[in-house]
C-alpha cells in the first residue's frame, strides 16, 4: 500500500508568517502534488513535479512556492500567509503522472489556519 | 472553465437505495475517469475507474457508466450503506494532458439508516 506522510498535521499562523507543509512518499514514485481542498471547490491543484529538482505550476499557484529535493520529499512554502490560503491541504504521489493507468496516492491533509 | 463538473452537491438517500451521481467533462481528449471516495479526516482514495473505450465498469455495488458522445458518467452506488457516506469525485485525465488529473468539486453523500 503507497505511504504518503503529511507533516504537521494541523498548523495555526498570523498573517505574513511563513509557513512549510512537509510531503514525504515512500513508494518510489515519480510524481508528487499539492491540492488545496475548500468547500465549493473541490480539489485544486496547487503545484507538482515529476521528479527531483523539477517543479510545475498547477491551477492555484499564486502566493505558494514548492521544492522536490529528493523523489520522497516535496515541499508546500508560504512565505507571507494571507487568511485566504486558510485551507486543507493534501499531497499526493503517482507513479505514473495520473495517465490512464495511474493512481494518486493521497496523504492525510494538513489544517491550515491563518488569522 | 472548469474541466470537470458534478451533480448534485450533495445527495441523501435511505440505506438499501440507489444512489446516482452525475459527472460532465468538457475536453473530449480526457480518455480516463477514475472516481475517488473521501471519507470526513482522511485524504481521497481511489474507489473505481474506467476508460473511455469503456461504457461500463462494475466492482461490486459500484457501478460506472460512460457516454462518450455525450461527455458524460455517472456513478450508481446500488444498496447503498451508512458506511458509504462519503465525498466523491470524479476525475478525467488524457494521454496528451501534461500528466494532469481534472477533479470535480465533488458530491458528497449521506445514506440515512
Known amino acids: 500500500e503507497a505511504a504518503v506522510t503529511q507533516s504537521p498535521r494541523n498548523k495555526v499562523t498570523v498573517t505574513g508568517g511563513n509557513v512549510t507543509l512537509s510531503c514525504r512518499q515512500t513508494n518510489s514514485h515519480n510524481y508528487m502534488y499539492w491540492y488545496r481542498q475548500d468547500t465549493g471547490h473541490g480539489l485544486r491543484l496547487i503545484h507538482y513535479s515529476y521528479g527531483a529538482g523539477n517543479l510545475q505550476i498547477g491551477d492555484v499557484p499564486d502566493g505558494y512556492k514548492a521544492t522536490r529535493t529528493t523523489q520522497e520529499d516535496f515541499f508546500l512554502l508560504l512565505e507571507l500567509a494571507s487568511p485566504s490560503q486558510t485551507s486543507l491541504y493534501f499531497c499526493?504521489?503517482?507513479?505514473?503522472?495520473?495517465?490512464?493507468?495511474?493512481?494518486?496516492?493521497f496523504g492525510e491533509g494538513s489544517k491550515l489556519t491563518v488569522l | 472553465q472548469q474541466q470537470v463538473r458534478q451533480s448534485p452537491q450533495s445527495l441523501t438517500v435511505w440505506e438499501g437505495e440507489t444512489a446516482i451521481l452525475n459527472c460532465s467533462y468538457e475536453?473530449?481528449?480526457?480518455?480516463?475517469f477514475p472516481w475517488y471516495q473521501q471519507f470526513p479526516g482522511e485524504g481521497p482514495a481511489l474507489l473505481i475507474s474506467i476508460s473511455s473505450v469503456s461504457d461500463k465498469k462494475e466492482d461490486g455495488r459500484f457501478t460506472i457508466f460512460f457516454n462518450k458522445r455525450e461527455k458524460k458518467l455517472s456513478l450508481h452506488i446500488t444498496d447503498s450503506q451508512p458506511g458509504d457516506s462519503a465525498t466523491y469525485f470524479c476525475?478525467?485525465?488524457?494521454?496528451?494532458?501534461?500528466?494532469?488529473?481534472?477533479f470535480g468539486d465533488g458530491t458528497q453523500l449521506v445514506v440515512k439508516p
Open positions: 475536453d473530449s481528449t480526457f480518455n480516463y
Open positions: 499526493a504521489s503517482s507513479a505514473t503522472g495520473g495517465l490512464n493507468t495511474g493512481q494518486l496516492y
Open positions: 476525475a478525467a485525465s488524457a494521454r496528451n494532458n501534461n500528466n494532469r488529473i481534472f
